[in-house]
Structures are given as C-alpha cells and as structure tokens.
C-alpha cells in the first residue's frame, strides 16, 4: 500500500478539549483502534503534547493545536488551521470524525447564577457546538460523523446545575437539527451523555468527595459512579465503522443513573 492511499483510509478525528478527562482518554481511545488525532487545547500545551505523544506511542499520527471554545471569533482561524494541518501531515482536504468535547462546569443555585456564568456557558457550550461545527463543515468528510457532547443532568435534576444543563439540554436539541440538515451528507449527528464520573471536572467532586460519590453510585444501577475509560470506550464504540446508520439520537452513558 502506498503511502498516498494509507494517508485517504486512516481515518482522522478532531477532539475539542483533549489535553484532559473525558476529551484526553477519549482520544487515546480512539488511538488504540487506529485513529489518528487532531485534538484541541485550551492553555495547557504541555498536556495537550503528551496526549499527543501517547497516540503517536501507538502508532498513530497527532496533532495538538490551540483553541479557545468560548471564542467565537477565533473558529474560522482554527479551521485554516486544520486545513493546513490536514495537508501538511495527511496530505488530505478533510477529516473524518468531529467530537465537540471541550466544557467547563459551574455549580451554582438557579437564583444565585450570574449573568456572566449563564453567558460563559452559552459561549462554551452552546454557541461553541453550532458555530465551530458550522466553520469545519467544509473540512468534515462526507459520510463522516459528528458527536456532541450533554450529560445526564439534561434528563435528571441535581441542584446547581441548572444553567449547566440547559445549555446541554439545547445541544441535544441542536444534535437532532444537525442530523437533518447534514443527513445529505451522509454525515451522523449523536449525543453522548456521561453520568457522574471520577475526572477533576467541577473541581473534582465527584471524584474526592466520599459522601457525593457514595451518594451516586446509590441511584446508579451499576452501583459505582462512572470512570473516565468508560466514556472514552463508549465514544470510540460510538464512531467504529458498524455504526454510521445511527443518527440523530442521544446516548446516555451512565451506568444507569436515576433509572
């Protein structure tokens, strides 16, 4: 096989929000089946390159470029940035799979939520998923597949979240949107929303505080709270080969919390 038509079969995804948790193992996933990387970074560069070492470890080309989700302003400059890194290292004009991964969390009661909160989350959230998603368009492989990321709060209720999950609540919305629009494509459109996991997210309560995580693995049919590998398996199951005739739907990943 030359290398030419090596470069046109691997299939590449890009990952918003991978230099940790969910985005991070995600990743390494999606490596481990044989899926080159471009995986997007905040501020920690030092993370984002170690992300992209271990796939490199495992055979597999990755990339570790800057974004800042909340900055709508910046997607057109990160989509030329894709483009040329997709000619330079693949000597492709498109990639294969989307993962809008990339969040931040604030707890916060509904009447106590600020106005600058609620925004923030918009921009990151929301905003980040339609707009960024729009920008790439042209860079996403007909055929090819996109997956957003809710949370089990957009279906059960924990006080504090509420600004949180509305936003997710809209991604969903959205999801079903994007499926139909983009099904001439050929492009999948799905949800993925995780349970309660052990990551440092929200400051890491889930994961360090005994009574909290006691608390969910009580509701959860599971009997345990979620792991990061737990998300990271289902999302590379989620975008194997088998399933690009399922669309517009919502998978929750949670252990069956709150059933």
Do not use: C
């Amino acid at each position: 096989m030359t290398a030419a038509s090596d470069n046109n079969t691997t299939r590449i995804a890009l990952i918003t929000g991978a230099s940790r948790g969910l985005g991070r193992n995600s990743a390494l996933k999606l490596a481990e089946q044989g899926i080159d990387l471009i995986i997007s970074y905040k501020s920690n560069e030092a993370e984002a390159q170690e992300v992209a070492r271990s796939a490199q470890a495992l055979g597999r080309r990755a990339l570790a470029l800057q974004l800042d989700v909340a900055d709508s302003r910046s997607f057109a400059a990160f989509a030329e940035r894709v483009k040329t890194a997709l000619a330079g290292t693949w000597q492709r004009e498109q990639f294969d799979y989307l993962v809008n991964n990339a969040g931040s969390g604030v707890h916060a009661s509904f009447a106590e939520t600020t106005e600058a909160q609620f925004d923030l989350l918009v921009n990151v959230h929301l905003k980040s998923t339609f707009f960024l998603t729009q920008a790439l368009l042209p860079l996403i492989k007909d055929g090819g597949r996109i997956l957003n990321t809710s949370s089990g709060l957009a279906r059960f209720s924990f006080a504090g979240y509420a600004a949180y999950a509305a936003m997710k609540g809209g991604v969903e919305v959205l999801t079903r949107y994007m499926a139909k629009e983009l099904g001439a494509r050929g492009i999948a459109v799905n949800t993925i929303a995780p349970g309660a996991i052990e990551t440092d997210f929200g400051g890491g309560t889930v994961r360090d505080n005994a009574q909290m995580n006691a608390q969910i693995a009580g509701v959860t049919a599971m009997g345990r709270v979620g792991l990061p590998d737990d998300i990271g398996s289902a999302v590379a199951a989620l975008l194997s080969e088998g399933n690009g005739w399922m669309t517009g739907q919502r998978i929750e990943v949670s252990g069956g919390m709150m059933l």
